[in-house]
């Protein structure tokens, strides 16, 4: 899992379409703690592979579009230029059904997020959302498949292109172009949402971190200009979550090097905390809040409050960044 994505987080603090576009990114499956499965959400994984996937598959794509224009060339005629038109318009066409292949990404982990949360606090309540997800998924499901075979269809017919101009004497490498198209789809269909929803695509598409980039550079500036009203906007700012436990946490304060904490939640909770009962607490965050920070500060606590402590930093995660459904406008 990566932090990193985040850049100087101690004194700055992307915007809330950053934080958003973060959701799009690969994310492990889950995390373990307490013996329990946890949702990811502000955290990224694979961006080498996805990267190293996507090159090559562009790789193919100018190769395959080189062997067009190359058969296209001996060809002439306006056949030919038509192929050359086609097969071009087909790999951008290629991209932007990746990224329709990718476009629910964000909203199924903040639904799972959600969910998770609604499920803790009001288990009762956990249905509804779970109804939603699940629903969410299945359609999203039969949308993939419908791309997936569009994909197909695609790279069929820029490999028809290659056949029908002659680029090749030798049957062998057309089967070798259509397995290179294939790995093509493949690569479409399970990477390049991701890479295009970390790094964007020469600016065209926005990436998280092209993003985060331009964000920094305006904040870098107007902090070395003393514009205090443009850096304040990106000024990382503290919120909090009280919550409760039945057993007292160890090592309290808890801080974190990032800058979060957590203490007792008044005076009268630091004085009560031997024996049985509910003992409050309050998770101070300083700017974003990770996944792994989260996790990191459960470090050392008994299992039945590690969830406990993970739940109010995932809270603060969903209600204090303008991600989560109710900070969203329609």
Do not use: C
């Amino acid at each position: 899992m990566s932090d990193s994505i985040l850049m100087n987080k101690e004194y700055f603090q992307p915007s809330n379409e950053v934080l958003r576009k973060w959701l799009e990114t690969r994310k492990v499956d889950f995390f373990s703690l307490a013996n329990q499965r946890v949702m990811p959400f502000f955290s990224d994984v694979g961006v080498k592979e996805d990267r190293f996937w996507f090159m090559l598959a562009m790789a193919v794509e100018l190769a395959g579009l080189s062997a067009t224009i190359y058969g296209g060339l001996n060809v002439g005629g306006k056949i030919a230029l038509i192929a050359i038109l086609i097969v071009f318009g087909l790999v951008i066409l290629d991209l932007v059904v990746a990224k329709l292949i990718h476009k629910n990404e964000g909203e199924l982990v903040l639904l799972r997020a959600e969910a998770e949360k609604v499920g803790f606090n009001e288990p009762s309540k956990k249905h509804v959302l779970q109804v939603i997800l699940d629903e969410k998924r299945k359609k999203d499901r039969l949308w993939k498949l419908i791309w997936l075979v569009v994909l197909i269809i695609m790279a069929l017919i820029k490999l028809g292109a290659i056949f029908l101009l002659g680029t090749f004497n030798e049957p062998v490498v057309y089967y070798i172009f259509f397995a290179l198209y294939m790995v093509v789809v493949y690569v479409h269909y399970r990477h390049t949402g991701y890479y295009l929803a970390y790094s964007g695509l020469l600016g065209i598409v926005k990436g998280v971190t092209n993003l985060m980039s331009k964000e920094y550079k305006i904040f870098a500036d107007a902090e070395a200009r003393g514009n205090t009203e443009v850096a304040e906007k990106y000024k990382p700012e503290n919120f909090s979550q009280v919550f409760s436990t039945t057993e007292p946490l160890n090592n309290i304060p808890i801080k974190h090097k990032s800058g979060h904490i957590i203490d007792y939640a008044d005076k009268a909770d630091e004085k009560r905390q031997i024996g049985e009962g509910e003992h409050k607490y309050k998770f101070i965050s300083h700017g974003v809040i990770t996944d792994q920070e989260i996790i990191d500060m459960t470090n050392g606590q008994e299992n039945k409050n590690k969830l406990n402590i993970f739940m109010a930093g995932r809270t603060i995660q969903l209600e204090n960044y303008g991600v989560g459904s109710s900070n969203q406008k329609n």
